[in-house]
């Protein structure tokens, strides 16, 4: 077994540890006997799992960057939220044509509607008002509906394109406030994220920069 290999897998897929490692407010020999345990390495190569911890908090103090860069982007961003929304996730084989008169009437009424192809399915992102029509349209086709939704929209400049890791941040940041995620979603410069109503105050809490 490759140990340093082994230390800086397990420790890349843990945000709150490297977190702790960046600021150096960790327990090496801690998490040491933690990564023992769980990664199974022996208890005799107790001393080369501290030396890889080490060495892996070492380098992500050398390079503070690009989460101060995730950071700026996401404070010099606004939000938009839209309430009463729904999910409807419906087969992949239906008449498209009923989508698309389905899209023209709602925006017509400059309401919100979105619409996500999968390999398997469809999901259609609208406002509540008209769960009705995407009942009676899709009818027996329906897999899943979603009600009583919110729609938030992280609007940032452009410079997301050039800044690595942002959306990892931001799931991060929701998986650890425990609020999930029913949709997500990008274009260009906007995240959309569909959450359960009763999360809607984490969620602004989280995205106070």
Not at 103 to 120: D, Q, S, T, W, Y
Request: aromatic content about 8%; overall charge positive; some cysteine.
């Amino acid at each position: 077994m490759n140990i340093q290999r082994a230390v800086e897998e397990y420790l890349s897929g843990s945000k709150g540890t490297k977190d702790c490692l960046r600021t150096g407010l960790i327990n090496y020999s801690a998490l040491s006997r933690q990564i023992c345990k769980e990664v199974k390495i022996p208890a005799k190569h107790f001393d080369a799992v501290l030396i890889a911890c080490r060495r892996y908090g070492d380098k992500l103090r050398k390079k503070p960057g690009a989460e101060n860069q995730v950071r700026q982007i996401l404070k010099n961003s606004n939000l938009e939220i839209k309430n009463k929304v729904a999910v409807a996730v419906v087969e992949k084989n239906i008449f498209f044509n009923n989508l698309l008169s389905l899209n023209k009437e709602v925006k017509a009424k400059n309401e919100l509607f979105r619409v996500i192809e999968g390999v398997n399915a469809i999901t259609v992102i609208t406002s509540q008002e008209f769960l009705g029509r995407v009942k009676q349209t899709f009818k027996n086709k329906i897999i899943r509906i979603n009600e009583n939704l919110i729609e938030v929209t992280v609007k940032s400049s452009a410079d997301l394109e050039n800044v690595p890791g942002v959306m990892a941040y931001l799931y991060s940041l929701f998986g650890d406030k425990e609020i999930n995620i029913v949709e997500t979603m990008s274009c260009w410069t906007d995240t959309i994220f569909v959450i359960e109503e009763k999360d809607l105050g984490n969620v602004m809490d989280v995205l106070k920069f």
